[in-house]
């Protein structure tokens, strides 16, 4: 009997939890996909202008979402992110890491198919502060480079040093 009754008890809970996990999916993953394309004031592809326009390059690791704003008629997300290394600029500590896109009225808005952080991951960060928002926007696709291990985080770090070497200062006439 008492067996009978434990079986019973599991059974709820675990259509409990499918109901649960059933009603997130349907109201919370977006239903539709909107992609942006981004007004390029440099050649992103050209590490040297990248890294020359960018205010930030760092290695971070994203610990949370802290938020989101719609701005200019589209969503933005925020992040807080943990800085580990420094390639330009002098950051520390854990800062707060803007990606243009994120989830709106059921629709997922990506820039560039650039696609959202993800919290606990550690990537490569190319950003501008704003001073009004007091956060760092991330560069589209080339500015958010997820890393794998311990040897790309070695070559990212080899490649972005040498392009900050190297890198072309911005001008309103590129």
Do not use: C
């Not at 649960?20 to 992609?35: D, R, S, W």
């Not at 394309?37 to 290695?59: C, M, R, T």
Request: a neutral charge; glycine letters at 8%.
């Amino acid at each position: 009997m008492r067996i009978a009754l434990n079986i019973k008890r599991t059974l709820i809970v675990l259509v409990g939890v499918l109901i649960l996990i059933t009603g997130y999916i349907y109201f919370v993953t977006p239903k539709q996909i909107v992609y942006h394309s981004y007004q390029w004031v440099i050649d992103p592809s050209d590490d040297s202008k990248l890294v020359g326009w960018a205010e930030n390059v760092f290695i971070g690791k994203v610990n949370s979402q802290t938020g989101n704003k719609t701005r200019i008629g589209t969503p933005e997300t925020q992040f807080s992110v943990e800085v580990l290394d420094n390639i330009k600029g002098k950051l520390d500590g854990t800062i707060t890491v803007n990606q243009q896109g994120g989830i709106e009225q059921g629709k997922l808005y990506l820039f560039e198919n650039d696609k959202m952080l993800e919290v606990g991951k550690t990537y490569l960060f190319i950003t501008r502060y704003s001073k009004e928002e007091n956060w760092h926007t991330l560069v589209p696709s080339y500015g958010d480079i997820l890393i794998q291990d311990e040897m790309q985080k070695k070559s990212l770090m080899d490649r972005f040093i040498n392009a900050h070497r190297t890198q072309i200062p911005f001008t309103s006439n590129q």
